[in-house]
């Protein structure tokens, strides 16, 4: 069965770089979430979408900004990079009517050096 | 808000023994979901189960199975006949049965099974 799929898997970014990270959800699913997970930390909310509008909205940093298209595929955009953004980032997609589970993506992991 | 917390933050069991991971959370909702992930060394986020807060059965998946003690707001987690791919980091999380909803994380235990 086809997967939620990020990339890159991996990025390495200089301080104030940008970057940007993409989520192709499971096929008919119509929301996406980001998520965070630092170093020892459990994963934290970001932000999600549904139908190519933002459904909610968490601790994510002024400096990020995401958006879903038309074929659902998402895109986390960070800029001016710092230190404190190295994390895995995952993307899970959800069928909105009746579902509960998010599938997750296999993360991304940023270093930012 | 929704809290989640996992006091234990690491746990040990020998393998083909059974083992219980701790949760509970605090919510105003009546209505939500609670489930259990793994996550491996491979980082991948994989549920291991499920359970939704109006049904009074515990869900079972295999050799997993959960207490679901809603007037406490407690929801373990039973591994019987553990394995050592058993090991890894598990996160509970709770998610409101609202479309979209996001899942909110405990800080997760590190369970490691013993050959």
């Known amino acids: 069965a086809a997967g939620v799929i990020q990339s890159p898997r991996h990025l390495i970014k200089e301080k104030r770089e940008t970057a940007t990270l993409k989520c192709y959800p499971i096929p008919r699913h119509d929301t996406v979430y980001w998520y965070q997970q630092g170093p020892g930390q459990d994963p934290q909310f970001l932000i999600s979408?549904?139908?190519?509008?933002?459904?909610d909205k968490g601790s994510i940093p002024d400096r990020f900004s995401a958006q879903q298209f038309s074929d659902y595929h998402s895109e986390l955009n960070m800029s001016s990079l710092e230190l404190g953004d190295s994390a895995l980032y995952f993307c899970a997609s959800s069928y909105r009517q009746g579902a509960s589970e998010q599938y997750f993506g296999p993360g991304t992991r940023l270093t930012v050096t | 808000a929704q809290t989640v917390t996992q006091s234990q933050p690491e746990m040990s069991v020998q393998e083909a023994e059974t083992v219980t991971l701790s949760c509970t959370y605090d919510?105003?909702?009546?209505?939500?979901?609670l489930f259990w992930y793994k996550q491996p060394p491979s980082r991948q986020m994989i549920l291991v189960i499920r359970?939704?807060?109006?049904?009074?059965q515990n869900a079972t998946e295999n050799r997993f199975s959960v207490n679901f003690q809603k007037a406490a707001k407690s929801f373990s987690l039973k591994i019987s006949d553990s394995q050592l791919g058993d090991t890894a980091m598990y996160f509970c999380?709770?998610?409101?049965?609202?479309?979209?909803?996001?899942?909110?994380f405990g800080k997760g235990i590190t369970l490691s099974v013993r050959p």
């Open positions: 919510t105003s909702e009546n209505n939500y979901y």
């Open positions: 979408f549904y139908e190519k509008m933002q459904s």
């Open positions: 359970q939704e807060a109006y049904k009074q």
């Open positions: 999380a709770f998610m409101k049965h609202e479309a979209n909803s996001k899942l909110t």
